[in-house]
């Protein structure tokens, strides 16, 4: 199967996105001996749906942010997928996102975005609260 074929069929349906989101929890809260090949398959899963179906990963990312309240594992999602997922293709996104939804909100505080565009930054800087050094 080609490579285009397999990315178009790992997008994630809704059914499936708590499953993938407890899935996602639990592998990342394992400590680095205890991880297993479900990682790296949650990790091919991420870099499919941020090049393939970024809405799909914003998707995802709200709904592990509905089930997991650990700060470190809050952490982790946003220098991970969020941060990965923010451009100027997502942003009108991620706006709407973080004005309905106040934890969705706060979790783009930890992202790091001092290399992103001009444009980008601004945006990025008006919901946070003002430029970071990050």
């Known amino acids: 199967?080609?490579?285009?074929?397999?990315?178009a069929s790992r997008s994630i349906a809704p059914?499936?996105?708590l499953r993938t989101s407890r899935a996602w929890v639990v592998?990342?809260?394992?400590?680095?001996r205890d991880q297993d090949d479900?990682?790296?398959a949650l990790m091919e899963c991420?870099?499919?749906?941020?090049?393939?179906?970024?809405?799909?990963?914003?998707?995802?990312?709200?709904?592990?942010l509905k089930i997991e309240t650990n700060p470190v594992l809050l952490?982790?999602?946003?220098?991970?997928?969020l941060e990965e997922v923010i451009s100027l293709a997502t942003i009108d996104r991620i706006e709407r996102e973080a004005r309905a939804n106040r934890r969705f909100?706060?979790?783009?505080?930890?992202?790091?975005?001092?290399?992103?565009?001009?444009?980008?930054k601004?945006?990025?800087?008006?919901?946070?609260g003002g430029p970071r050094r990050r």
Not at 46 to 64: K, T, V
Not at 75 to 81: E, F, K, Q, R, V
Request: charged share 35%.
């Open 1 to 7: 199967m080609p490579r285009s074929a397999r990315r």
């Open 15 to 17: 059914r499936c996105r």
């Open 27 to 32: 592998q990342y809260s394992k400590a680095d």
């Open 38 to 40: 479900n990682l790296f």
């Open 46 to 64: 991420e870099r499919d749906l941020r090049e393939d179906d970024p809405d799909g990963l914003i998707d995802l990312i709200l709904e592990i």
């Open 75 to 81: 952490s982790m999602l946003a220098t991970g997928p």
């Open 105 to 120: 909100h706060e979790l783009l505080g930890d992202v790091w975005y001092y290399r992103a565009p001009k444009e980008l």
């Open 122 to 128: 601004l945006r990025m800087d008006a919901l946070v």
